[in-house]
């Protein structure tokens, strides 16, 4: 449900409901199918955005895509670090359900197997084009090999690929056309080396990783784009993960405002995200897509980093004192548990779907939704049934985005790889938190406290104790039907046992 509306939305609903035939120029032909872009960041805090409130970043393009849309208040990510969350927008399943446990580093047994179902293989049996530009990190194998006397060359290693051919590829995954990274840009943002084009080592690609990505997928809006068919789209953007390199045309915005050059680093790398996504959504629009395209604009996990004002003892780097996201004063950050590690911007962009559904421009809902809800959301708009047999953890928010009654199938739940409070339920405004053995729990009131300040559960213990058991009662669930490769793990001393 939409909490916050303004009255020009409440009349304009209220107008299509009593007249439901007014501008329904639509009725007289075939409506359009939607296309999709899921845009991701890597590490963007809750607070990173000049519409969530930053004081200092730059983010015009990002900003009139709320403008035009829905703002998500309590939008979250499925956890709070890159590879699972990116696992479970493209299935809608928690991550060890899904068996994409922690972030997959080079050569490691990890990765979303090929039995899982995905929204791309999905789409595309329905008609769908498939394409993804930007960092993936769900497998590690990009499918060109050269060996050198009988040697995989160590920077394959280095730049995150796995040299394991089983693994399944792009296009197992469900994806026609793809633009990748394994892991992070490297060596960073600046000229980076290793991109891979349907499978095609690019080498060097001079530029900086936001801007090279856009220009990929513009290339592909204008030459490789069936214009008789809709599109799925993921572009999951490198910044502002480290190692951290910001154009400095994108620093200069900056001088006057701020002294400190790391502040300006990052704050220009949020930026250059946002010039990116300026120039995709002029080039939906000079191609004709826009008003029929669904944006949903995320974050991987939160922020990077010890603090928002660098790491201390740390010296000035690339990797750590760059990192200077903001949580918008929440507790925690990345592989946090708490709201900084797993609260992210939340934005939903759907010119024509919102004008038919009568929803005025400028909504801020805060009703929760989390990062898996893109796949059942994006299969209800394309009218394509959920796959059978498949435990789902999502819930389609498509209610939200026709102005109707929501009610979530399931409470949002997390198991994190966080050294602390690794799992957590949230029920409504309540949200409960324990350690991954059950001996400890926390209960807050996000309505009243968001930054989790204050533990109730010995002043709510019914509440608590009816929490607590279901949390147990789904983390226990999750951890049975998914793949035990968390066992391998070294923390897995501390996991329940089953």
Same mark, same amino acid.
């Given at each position: 449900?939409?909490?916050?509306?303004?009255?020009?939305?409440?009349?304009?609903?209220?107008?299509?409901?009593?007249?439901?035939?007014?501008?329904?120029?639509?009725?007289?032909?075939?409506?359009?199918?939607?296309?999709?872009?899921?845009?991701?960041?890597?590490?963007?805090?809750?607070?990173?955005?000049?519409?969530?409130?930053?004081?200092?970043?730059?983010?015009?393009? &990002?900003?009139?895509?709320?403008? /035009?849309?829905?703002?998500?208040?309590?939008?979250?990510?499925? =956890?709070?670090?890159?590879?699972?969350?990116?696992?479970?927008?493209?299935?809608?399943?928690?991550?060890?359900?899904?068996?994409?446990?922690?972030?997959?580093?080079?050569?490691?047994?990890?990765?979303?197997?090929?039995?899982?179902?995905?929204?791309?293989?999905?789409?595309? $049996?329905?008609?769908?084009?498939?394409?993804?530009?930007?960092?993936?990190?769900? +497998?590690?194998?990009?499918?060109?090999?050269?060996?050198?006397? %009988?040697?995989?060359?160590?920077?394959?290693?280095?730049?995150?690929?796995?040299?394991?051919? =089983?693994?399944?590829?792009?296009?197992?995954?469900?994806?026609?056309?793809?633009?990748?990274?394994?892991?992070?840009?490297?060596?960073?943002?600046?000229?980076?080396?290793?991109?891979?084009?349907?499978?095609?080592?690019?080498?060097?690609?001079?530029? !900086? +990783?936001?801007?090279?990505?856009?220009?990929?997928?513009?290339?592909?809006?204008?030459?490789?784009?069936?214009?008789? $068919?809709?599109?799925?789209?993921?572009?999951?953007?490198?910044?502002?993960?480290?190692?951290?390199?910001?154009?400095?045309? !994108?620093?200069?915005?900056?001088?006057?405002?701020?002294?400190?050059?790391?502040?300006?680093?990052?704050?220009?790398?949020?930026?250059? &995200?946002?010039?990116?996504?300026?120039?995709?959504?002029?080039?939906?629009?000079?191609?004709?897509?826009? =008003?029929?395209?669904?944006?949903?604009?995320?974050?991987?996990?939160?922020?990077?980093?010890?603090?928002?004002? %660098?790491?201390?003892?740390?010296? *000035?780097?690339?990797?750590?004192?760059?990192?200077?996201?903001?949580?918008?004063?929440?507790?925690?950050? $990345?592989?946090?548990?708490? /709201?900084?590690?797993?609260?992210?911007?939340?934005?939903?962009?759907?010119?024509? %779907? !919102?004008?038919?559904?009568?929803?005025?421009?400028?909504?801020?809902?805060?009703?929760?939704?989390?990062?898996?809800?893109?796949?059942?959301?994006?299969?209800?708009?394309?009218?394509?049934?959920?796959?059978?047999?498949?435990?789902?953890?999502? *819930?389609?928010?498509?209610? &939200?985005?026709?102005?109707?009654?929501?009610?979530?199938?399931?409470?949002?739940?997390?198991?994190?790889?966080?050294?602390?409070?690794?799992?957590?339920?949230?029920?409504?405004?309540?949200?409960?938190?324990?350690?991954?053995?059950?001996?400890? !729990?926390?209960?807050?009131?996000?309505?009243?406290?968001?930054?989790?300040?204050?533990?109730?559960?010995?002043?709510?213990?019914?509440?608590?104790?009816?929490?607590?058991?279901?949390?147990?009662?789904?983390?226990? =669930?999750?951890?049975?039907?998914?793949?035990?490769?968390?066992?391998?793990?070294?923390?897995?001393?501390?996991?329940?046992?089953?």
């Amino acid at each position: 449900m939409l909490r916050k509306i303004h009255r020009l939305q409440l009349l304009a609903v209220l107008l299509v409901t009593v007249f439901p035939n007014i501008g329904n120029a639509e009725d007289k032909t075939a409506e359009k199918r939607t296309n999709f872009l899921q845009i991701l960041t890597d590490d963007q805090g809750w607070g990173d955005l000049q519409s969530f409130g930053h004081v200092f970043i730059q983010t015009p393009h &990002i900003d009139q895509l709320a403008a /035009e849309g829905i703002k998500f208040t309590q939008c979250y990510a499925a =956890d709070a670090v890159c590879s699972p969350s990116r696992a479970s927008i493209l299935t809608g399943r928690t991550p060890y359900r899904n068996g994409v446990f922690r972030w997959i580093p080079a050569d490691h047994y990890c990765y979303l197997e090929a039995d899982e179902v995905t929204l791309p293989q999905l789409l595309r $049996k329905q008609g769908y084009q498939t394409a993804h530009f930007g960092k993936w990190h769900l +497998s590690n194998y990009m499918e060109e090999r050269i060996k050198v006397d %009988g040697e995989w060359p160590q920077r394959f290693k280095n730049f995150g690929f796995s040299t394991d051919p =089983d693994q399944p590829t792009m296009n197992d995954y469900g994806y026609d056309y793809w633009f990748a990274t394994g892991n992070v840009a490297r060596p960073c943002h600046e000229n980076p080396e290793n991109f891979f084009l349907n499978g095609k080592a690019m080498g060097l690609m001079e530029g !900086f +990783s936001a801007q090279i990505v856009a220009k990929e997928l513009v290339e592909w809006l204008r030459e490789h784009r069936d214009e008789n $068919k809709p599109f799925f789209i993921t572009l999951w953007f490198h910044e502002p993960h480290g190692p951290i390199q910001s154009d400095p045309r !994108f620093i200069e915005r900056y001088a006057g405002d701020v002294d400190d050059p790391d502040l300006k680093q990052y704050f220009a790398n949020v930026t250059q &995200i946002d010039e990116a996504v300026g120039e995709i959504v002029q080039a939906l629009k000079n191609e004709g897509v826009y =008003d029929d395209t669904l944006i949903w604009y995320t974050s991987d996990n939160g922020p990077e980093g010890d603090t928002e004002y %660098g790491s201390p003892g740390k010296s *000035t780097n690339l990797w750590r004192n760059r990192y200077r996201g903001s949580t918008g004063g929440l507790r925690g950050r $990345k592989r946090h548990t708490h /709201e900084g590690g797993i609260r992210v911007p939340g934005i939903i962009s759907w010119p024509a %779907g !919102f004008e038919r559904n009568g929803l005025m421009p400028g909504v801020i809902s805060d009703e929760p939704i989390i990062g898996s809800d893109v796949f059942p959301t994006f299969l209800e708009i394309a009218g394509i049934d959920l796959p059978e047999d498949v435990t789902l953890d999502a *819930t389609s928010i498509v209610p &939200i985005l026709e102005n109707r009654e929501f009610q979530r199938a399931k409470p949002l739940y997390w198991r994190n790889t966080s050294k602390e409070f690794r799992i957590a339920l949230r029920d409504g405004d309540w949200k409960i938190l324990g350690t991954s053995d059950y001996s400890r !729990f926390e209960l807050y009131n996000l309505a009243k406290d968001p930054r989790e300040t204050t533990n109730l559960a010995l002043h709510e213990p019914e509440r608590f104790e009816r929490l607590k058991a279901a949390l147990i009662a789904y983390d226990s =669930d999750v951890l049975r039907e998914g793949p035990d490769w968390w066992k391998q793990d070294k923390t897995a001393e501390e996991m329940p046992s089953l």
